[in-house]
């Protein structure tokens, strides 16, 4: 028996479990959509998750905007002629995330009352795509994501401060959703999978106060220059239902089976391991 190779295979049908390609598929071929839908796609996985929607017959896209990370994009898409894709930056957002939430809120903004929308969802999408409170610059929000990201604050702790200063984060795209019906495939890459904090969730009701008493002195002087978005009421939300179709506890059983596969005694651990990395 080569441990080593075992090791890798056990670890990739893991990984294969919760690809952004194989993920949608799944839940496609389970759950088809009937009519048509216009997709966003947004994430690290945006590109693989939007083409395996695209070539699913379980649902007809009419129209599509993907933006995912720079050099992640997969070639095949750009053979569709009805959708458009970006690639934008992460971990620290740019001006091209600005320029890429500006194109979200065109795109939605550009259908028709009665239509329908499908959202995939994955990590990333705090970065790489944004819509800034008035009041706050890019130069500003550049300086504040590095201080989060360098000083070891947890994910929960980065995503309420990114929350406070944008229009579409924490539940804010639904201000421009405005009822229409809304299918969010989500890929969790957060603790406990809670879609509120996944890209720091556009789409989920979130009535979250931020806790001063987690933050350091500068990054509170920072929430006082501006008057942040509200989130919409509880039945803006009405019309939006939110899946998660892949998350950490589907590679780990994915883990388990292929190493009983290989004969060996696999134990799953229940809870989740984090640290400052």
Partial sequence: ????????????????RV???????????????????????????GSSMALSAMKNSNIKIKSGLVIT??????????S?????????????????????????????NSKDSNDKFLFLISGGGSSLVEFLVEGFSLEELMDLNDALLSRGYNINDINAIRKHFSKIKGGKLANYIKGRKSIVLAISDVPFDDPKIIASGPL?????????D????????????VKPVSCPSLDQ??????????????????????GEKLNYDVYIHDNFIEGDV
């Fill in 204 to 212: 989920s009701h979130d009535d979250v106060k931020i806790n001063l």
């Fill in 19 to 45: 690809l952004g390609y194989n993920s949608v598929k799944n839940y496609l071929n389970n759950n088809p959509l009937s009519g048509d839908f216009n997709m966003i796609s947004i994430g690290k996985a």
């Fill in 237 to 258: 939300f009405s019309n939006i239902e939110t899946n998660i179709i892949a998350k950490l506890d589907d590679a780990k059983v994915a883990c388990k089976v292929h």
């Fill in 80 to 108: 569709y002629n009805n959708i458009m894709c970006f690639e934008s930056d992460h971990p620290t957002p740019s001006l091209t995330s600005l320029d890429c939430g500006n194109e979200l809120i065109r795109f939605i």
């Fill in 69 to 78: 990370k720079r050099n992640h994009l997969e070639e095949e898409l750009e």
């Fill in 214 to 225: 987690s933050y350091e002195d500068d990054i509170i002087e920072k929430l006082k220059l």
């Fill in 1 to 16: 028996m080569n441990d080593k190779n075992n090791l890798k295979e056990i670890f990739l049908a893991g990984v294969d």
